[in-house]
């Protein structure tokens, strides 16, 4: 009797005008999850997309970027060195 008082109480206490689902969250709230996450798969679907797109661009600017990324490593291998 008393956890289904303290569950009741819960869920007032969670209450905020809103349907409440059986997690505590508003159908509000569950809208808003689902369209951020519609979002965010069609900004990954058009970066792929526009990658696909101009891959021989792309192709060429992660060619050039070997040499810097490969000078960071070599500089944090020196850092690392240094302080030791």
């Known amino acids: 009797m ?3 008082g303290l ?3 819960l869920i007032v206490k969670n ?7 059986e997690e505590g969250k508003s159908f509000g709230q569950m809208i808003k999850k689902a369209v951020k996450i519609i979002i ?3 900004v990954i679907l058009v970066g792929i997309g ?6 021989p661009q ?6 050039g970027m070997f040499g810097v990324v ?3 490593i070599g500089l944090i291998i020196v850092a690392i ?3 030791d």
């Not at 209450?15 to 689902?21: I, L, N, Q, S």
């Not at 792309?58 to 060619?63: C, L, N, P, Q, T």
């Open 7 to 9: 569950y009741l109480l």
């Open 40 to 42: 965010g798969l069609v």
């Open 70 to 72: 490969l000078a960071l």
């Open 81 to 83: 060195g240094w302080t």
């Open 15 to 21: 209450y905020k005008g809103d349907t409440m689902t």
């Open 2 to 4: 008393l956890s289904q």
């Open 50 to 55: 526009l990658v696909w797109w101009w891959w």
């Open 58 to 63: 792309f192709a060429i600017v992660v060619k």
